[in-house]
T-cell receptor, first 112, second 115 residues
Framework: NAGVTQTPKFRVLKTGQSMTLLCAQD?????MYWYRQDPGMGLRLIHY????????KGEVPDGYNVSRKKKKQNFLLGLESAAPSQTSVYFC??????????FGPGTRLTVT | TQLLEQSPQFLSIQEGENLTVYCNSS?????LQWYRQEPGEGPVLLVT?????EVKKLKRLTFQFGDARKDSSLHITAAQPGDTGLYLC???????????????FGKGTLLTVNP
């Protein structure tokens, strides 16, 4: 039981480049989330999904897109044109009930 | 805007000392979770409290949910270096419009326990 997995663990991008972060969970959770964590800002919700084929904007969605086609497939976070302000640690999480979320190990992204 | 304020922001203590960290809000939550995050890793759920006044114990950690379900505290007895980490509180299901599956996170208390 791997829980929530994320790939890659680290990535360096140049401004304007694009990339996709992958998240998978083997707990059959309905809800999935993408957060970013920055010093002094805490965890901020980017986008989330309440089920297969559904996504919604969180607190800081600008510059990001998400995709979740099938419940058991990857929950993808895309950056179409990376900016230095998107340098952060990105966490994927999933939950089943009562808001209890299970987090992946994170992706550390640096945009130069 | 639903806010959870945690205090203190930083705490550095010696092994064996007791400590309490706080999580306060003006909003009422249906439940509140505490997470611990170690450097380079994702947050790990420690406990969920649901009922006003509820107290839960996890070894040397004691969690309390306020009677009005607006605040919570985490007390650690005889802290150990292994307790070092970022402690995050998160509320779900605020009456001001939050859902049960979306969490409002505090910014955390960074605890360092020195040997």
């Amino acid at each position: 039981n791997a829980g929530v997995t994320q790939t890659p663990k680290f990535r360096v991008l140049k401004t304007g480049q694009s990339m996709t972060l992958l998240c998978a969970q083997d707990m059959n959770h309905e809800y999935m989330y993408w957060y970013r964590q920055d010093p002094g800002m805490g965890l901020r919700l980017i986008h989330y999904s309440v089920g297969e084929g559904t996504t919604a904007k969180g607190e800081v969605p600008d510059g990001y897109n998400v995709s979740r086609k099938k419940k058991k497939q990857n929950f993808l976070l895309g950056l179409e044109s990376a900016a230095p302000s998107q340098t952060s640690v990105y966490f994927c999480a999933s939950s089943y009930l009562r808001g209890e979320q299970y987090f992946g190990p994170g992706t550390r992204l640096t945009v130069t | 805007t639903q806010l959870l304020e945690q205090s203190p922001q930083f705490l550095s203590i010696q092994e064996g000392e007791n400590l309490t960290v706080y999580c306060n809000s003006s909003s009422v939550f249906s439940s509140l979770q505490w997470y611990r995050q170690e450097p380079g890793e994702g947050p790990v759920l420690l406990v969920t409290v649901v009922t006003g006044g509820e107290v839960k114990k996890l070894k040397r950690l004691t969690f309390q949910f306020g009677d009005a379900r607006k605040d919570s505290s985490l007390h650690i007895t005889a802290a150990q270096p292994g307790d070092t980490g970022l402690y995050l509180c998160a509320g779900a299901g605020s009456r001001s419009g939050g859902s049960n599956y979306k969490l409002t996170f505090g910014k955390g208390t960074l605890l360092t326990v020195n040997p």
